[in-house]
T-cell receptor
Framework: NAGVTQTPKFQVLKTGQSMTLQCAQDMNHEYMSWYRQDPGMGLRLIHYSVGAGITDQGEVPNGYNVSRSTTEDFPLRLLSAAPSQTSVYFC??????????????FGSGTQLSVL | EDQVTQSPEALRLQEGESSSLNCSYTVSGLRGLFWYRQDPGKGPEFLFTLYSAGEEKEKERLKATLTKKESFLHITAPKPEDSATYLCAVRGTDSWGKLQFGAGTQVVVTP
């Protein structure tokens, strides 16, 4: 199994550009989420989804959009990139609710720089 | 609002020198407390989940414990390969979709 796959690994944008970070999982997980990781601040939740067609906001949703049209894919869209969005982005998934199902599997991350 | 505070921010150990990491949390009803390990340039990797005060879990040189206000990750006789950032996270009963992470403790084990 590939697990959680994120693309691209690195990206440089100019302020105002838009782009989509891709995330795919092959474990048939219901729950998927996006985090950003900044030095000294830990992982902060951007958006999450508890199943296809269902998404909700996390702690820092502004400037980002998500959709979940399939179980496998959960893309993150930056509408108009800003330097404050320079960060490392992680996608994570889990089977769903219930004690045996809630551990997260993370992708390897996308390092994004906005100039 | 769920909050997680980890201490210390960084820890430097000699090989074989046991120590503990602390994770203090505030949550409206604990659904689960999670420990992850993160190596440089990689995504976090799951270690443990703890659900109720008094619970303990072990994996090789790592042992996690839980009280009503904090969790400890004990590293016994660490080896250089235990060097990593250790992350603590909590999930509340009112917010199961939202996992709140602490900032992490960076552990360096020298030979």
């Amino acid at each position: 199994n590939a697990g959680v796959t994120q693309t691209p690994k690195f990206q440089v944008l100019k302020t105002g550009q838009s782009m989509t970070l891709q995330c795919a999982q092959d474990m048939n997980h219901e729950y998927m989420s996006w985090y950003r990781q900044d030095p000294g601040m830990g992982l902060r939740l951007i958006h999450y989804s508890v199943g296809a067609g269902i998404t909700d906001q996390g702690e820092v949703p502004n400037g980002y959009n998500v959709s979940r049209s399939t179980t496998e894919d959960f893309p993150l869209r930056l509408l108009s990139a800003a330097p404050s969005q320079t960060s490392v982005y992680f996608c994570a998934s889990s089977r769903g609710q219930g004690q045996a199902n809630e551990k997260l599997f993370f992708g390897s991350g996308t390092q994004l720089s906005v100039l | 609002e769920d909050q997680v505070t980890q201490s210390p921010e960084a820890l430097r150990l000699q090989e074989g020198e046991s120590s503990s990491l602390n994770c203090s949390y505030t949550v409206s009803g604990l659904r689960g407390l999670f420990w992850y390990r993160q190596d440089p340039g990689k995504g976090p990797e799951f270690l443990f989940t703890l659900y109720s005060a008094g619970e303990e879990k072990e994996k090789e040189r790592l042992k996690a414990t839980l009280t009503k206000k904090e969790s400890f990750l004990h590293i016994t006789a660490p080896k250089p390969e235990d060097s990593a950032t250790y992350l603590c996270a909590v999930r509340g009963t009112d917010s199961w979709g939202k996992l709140q992470f602490g900032a992490g403790t960076q552990v360096v084990v020298t030979p």
